[in-house]
């Protein structure tokens, strides 16, 4: 074993999680803030009718972007059957 060689995870590592908490703690404020204007400004009933919005908005463009995916694989499984 060397002098600096201690099975320690690294500066590396803890940079990276230290980087990952602050941005997720800087998302969560985001979310919280605009959860907190919607319902400030539509009340609950509009807040949860935006965020469902929104979640259909990202659960669509998920679904496109796998169906492209599937159209994809099924081409070239096609090609690889001729």
């Known amino acids: 074993m060397t002098e600096f060689d201690d099975d320690s995870l690294g500066a590396t590592f803890w940079l990276k999680i230290i980087g990952f908490v602050l941005l ?38 998920a679904d496109r972007r796998k169906q492209k995916e599937d159209e994809e694989d099924q081409e070239i499984a096609r090609s690889l059957d001729r």
């Open 24 to 61: 997720g703690g800087l998302v969560a404020m985001i979310v919280f803030g605009l959860i907190g204007a919607a319902w400030y400004e539509w009340g609950i009933v509009g807040m949860f009718v935006f965020f469902g919005g929104i979640l259909l908005l990202i659960a669509w463009i």
